[in-house]
């Protein structure tokens, strides 16, 4: 079993910038492939990014799209999600998640993953 904490939320203004982390214990987190998906409130839960185990392939939302990079540091078991840019629109909470392996048609679903963070909080103000 893999337990994984996000950090990094908070309040920024538009067109600023948040690095949001997702750090694993438990497991070893490069045997994992790992995700960021949001949910704002009254909406569902939606694909951010996501990448692979090497962290070779990666996924990306269109909305997320030349504004945020997914990367890792499986030395640290950490994912992180470099956000710029950003909008109002881009408020919500941020859920880090992790399964063994995504594939092309996979990625992007919520069922795909077998473990999830707390969530923290985007708040960016227009």
């Known amino acids: 079993q893999v337990q994984l904490v996000e950090s990094g939320g908070g309040l920024v203004q538009a067109g600023g910038s948040l690095r949001l982390s997702c750090t694993a214990s438990g497991r070893t987190f490069s045997n994992y492939a790992a995700g960021w998906f949001r949910q704002a409130p009254g909406k569902e839960r939606e694909f951010v990014a996501a990448?692979?185990?090497?962290?070779?392939?990666?996924y990306y939302a269109d909305s997320a799209k030349g504004r945020f990079t997914i990367f890792r540091d499986n030395a640290k078991n950490t994912v992180y999600l470099q956000m710029n840019s950003l909008k109002a629109e881009d408020t919500a909470v941020y859920y880090c998640?992790?399964?063994?392996?995504?594939?092309?048609?996979?990625?992007?679903?919520?069922?795909?993953?077998?473990?999830w963070g707390q969530g923290t909080q985007v708040t960016v103000s227009s």
């Open positions: 990448l692979k185990r090497s962290g070779s392939i990666i």
């Open positions: 998640a992790a399964t063994v392996q995504i594939y092309g048609g996979t990625y992007s679903n919520v069922a795909s993953y077998d473990h």
